[in-house]
């Protein structure tokens, strides 16, 4: 019923940008939060940037200055700009949100992923 949909991913040079972008659909009420993660093969998933309903933002240690994530609440948008990208930053990168159906808890949602890949 709720889905999140990726785009942006790709292919970018050593040192350049890209901007991802991440749609949430469906019955939603709320969403609490949305956020970034990426995961290589062998390796565990790790937080990017996470944003919350204020716009009050947190970032890996890895990525900080490199990587901006905002949000529109009006159209259930996250936003991922990311500078300076290095051949580490090469990931499956995962769209994460919290959404509730109705007034109470919240769940978390996660999009299907978008390579990225920092390559010469």
């Known amino acids: 019923q709720v889905q999140l949909v990726e785009s942006g991913g790709g292919l970018v040079q050593p040192g350049g940008s890209l901007a991802l972008s991440c749609a949430a659909s469906?019955?939603?009420?709320?969403?609490?939060?949305m956020g970034w993660y990426r995961q290589v093969p062998g390796k565990q998933r790790e937080l990017v940037a996470a944003i919350s309903e204020e716009l009050r933002a947190i970032y890996a240690d890895a990525v900080k200055g490199r990587i901006t994530i905002s949000r529109d609440n009006a159209k259930n948008t996250v936003n991922l700009q990311m500078n300076s990208l290095t051949p580490e930053d090469t990931a499956v990168y995962y769209c994460?949100?919290?959404?509730?159906?109705?007034?109470?808890?919240?769940?978390?949602?996660w999009g299907p992923g978008t390579q990225v890949t920092v390559s010469s």
């Open positions: 994460n949100a919290y959404i509730a159906l109705a007034p109470g808890p919240l769940s978390s949602y």
């Open positions: 469906g019955s939603i009420f709320k969403i609490a939060a």
